[in-house]
């Protein structure tokens, strides 16, 4: 069984696995980011690079500012306007854009720590740029040794780039021409499929270690097994990076989460 998994003794009674899942709740990820306020190829006023995750939900909370995320789907395009307070999330698949108004600054929650890290991203560049990973890669890449005003020429043209093909998406779809998004979709899942073994291996200590570990828990507390409660632990960390260039804005990163 896997880190955290529930089992019964011959009599009955629940156990917890001494290996218990001890990473932050329901080994989710945590970023801060500040969204770019450099002006759009389609004249707002700020915005990020629209990409798409394949198997992460992602969430927002508005800390500041507003704006609004720009979404494309198989449903169709729909903007979301974010504001202080706005909780806001959609799931694997979704294309999105964030879009600053001022100030906007968020906390993101991604769903299977480590992933979007590990390549669940896909920006909408055009198709030459998703013909293989090596060629995505080179794309995308920001060298970290650059000069910061390097870095952010790049990332710019990287967002402007993956803009335009975004809005020549949401233009076909709009007209209902769904082909040009099927066929992103299905280069975006060509180009992570190398990646899935290690994915896999993220989600087992990740996700489903905590999930277990829950069920191990509840299964103890059935059996009159409260011994897990004498294994708790504190913890806290804080950005190991600042002002990172990311794909929608500068980021504020937390090691291991």
């Not at 202080?84 to 854009?97: D, L, S, Y």
């Not at 896999?200 to 990740?206: C, H, K, N």
């Amino acid at each position: 069984m896997g880190p955290g998994t529930g089992v019964r003794t011959p009599g009955g009674t629940a156990v917890v696995n001494a290996t218990t899942y001890e990473g932050f709740p329901g080994a989710v990820g945590v970023s801060r980011l500040s969204v770019y306020d450099w002006p759009t190829v389609d004249g707002l006023s700020g915005g990020g690079t629209p990409h798409l995750h394949l198997t992460c939900t992602e969430g927002y909370v508005v800390t500041s500012g507003r704006g609004a995320v720009q979404t494309l789907t198989t449903s169709g395009y729909r903007e979301t306007p974010l504001e202080r307070g706005t909780v806001a999330w959609f799931t694997p698949g979704t294309i999105h854009r964030l879009v600053n108004a001022g100030g906007l600054e968020i906390t993101v929650v991604m769903q299977n720590s480590g992933l979007p890290e590990a390549g669940d991203a896909v920006l909408t560049l055009p198709p030459d740029r998703l013909a293989d990973p090596a060629t995505y890669a080179e794309a995308v890449r920001i060298p970290a040794d650059l000069p910061e005003a390097e870095q952010a020429r790049i990332a710019r043209v990287r967002r402007d780039l993956a803009t335009r093909r975004f809005l020549e998406l949401r233009a076909a779809d709009e007209a209902g021409d769904p082909a040009p998004l099927a066929a992103f979709q299905r280069a975006a899942a060509a180009l992570v499929r190398p990646r899935l073994e290690d994915w896999q291996r993220r989600w087992e200590e990740g996700a489903r270690a905590a999930a277990e570990t829950t069920a191990a828990q509840l299964e103890a507390l059935r059996g009159h097994d409260e011994q897990h409660l004498t294994r708790a632990l504190v913890a806290s960390t804080g950005p190991t990076a600042h002002g990172r260039f990311g794909m929608c804005g500068r980021l504020a990163v937390y090691q291991g989460i």
